[in-house]
């Protein structure tokens, strides 16, 4: 169930993420005509795209532990409680960075959701983990310490990199070899888009600014459609009262 809870909602808002931002497909309805038809969209790749990939990493995750948090993996001062705790906390710190690194190289516009998700999950794991662990406090205290070791992080960085590095080539790979028509367009009107975010006007604040040019974050201005629907009514509204 857990697995579920800290892995979940990042997968579940980068399937259900825009193709790009809700204003770059109504200045340009031919982007918008694709997207809807869904023409390069079929089972097979849904399938091997999330399903068999999740499997794949969930098995390659499994044999990079087990190699390099083994058997001779003990602290001497913790005992095998904290080394196997240690083990399960890199386990799922590795998933959660290599599913923002996922995000990041393959969703087309990432969204407040996926920022909020990405930064608040960590937290959340940490604090369910105090909460609903069998183990006492100072264990989970002794566990987050070793975390903080070079060792850990080299291997926590190491297994992050290779569950996804793979994925990140063949992606490479297939755009060099399989041209989309749809990413071709999309990657034009992103390009023209991110031009007119580049001026704070056009974000209204400077926090989306902050947010778009330190984490890649698209915001959303009104919608165009909903804007020109509102102003013609109100146009009407008024000539029917003169």
């Known amino acids: 169930m857990w697995n579920g809870v800290y892995t979940l909602p990042h997968t579940l808002l980068y399937t259900l993420d825009r ?38 990493q969930s098995i390659f995750l ?11 993996f003990v602290f001497a001062q913790g005992g095998e409680t904290i080394s196997s705790e240690t083990s399960f906390c890199a386990a799922y710190t590795s998933i959660l960075f290599s599913q923002i690194i ?14 909020l998700i990405m930064i608040i999950l960590p937290f959340f794991y940490t604090l369910a983990t105090f909460v609903y662990s069998e183990h006492y406090f100072h264990t989970h205290f002794e566990v987050f310490l070793q975390t903080f070791r ?25 755009d060099i070899f399989q041209i989309n028509r749809r990413n071709i367009l999309r990657a034009e009107m992103l390009a023209k888009y991110k031009l007119l975010l580049k001026s704070e006007d056009a974000c209204h604040t400077k926090l989306k600014v902050w947010l778009y040019r330190l984490m890649g974050f698209f915001p959303e201005p009104a919608s165009l459609v909903f804007d020109d629907s509102i102003s013609a009514l109100s146009t009407k509204e008024k000539n029917r009262d003169l």
Not at 151 to 173: E, F, G, S
């Open 19 to 56: 193709c790009a931002p809700r204003v770059v497909l109504e200045r340009f309805p031919s982007l918008y005509n694709l997207t809807r038809k869904g023409m390069d969209l079929n089972f097979k790749e849904l399938f091997f795209s999330y399903l068999l990939r999740g499997i794949l």
């Open 102 to 115: 996922v995000i990041y190289t393959e969703s087309n516009s990432i969204t407040i959701l996926n920022l």
């Open 62 to 72: 499994l044999w990079l532990v087990s190699n390099i948090f083994d058997s001779t």
């Open 150 to 174: 070079p060792q850990y992080i080299i291997a926590v960085a190491v297994i992050t990199i290779a569950l996804t590095m793979p994925w990140i080539i063949l992606k490479c790979l297939r």
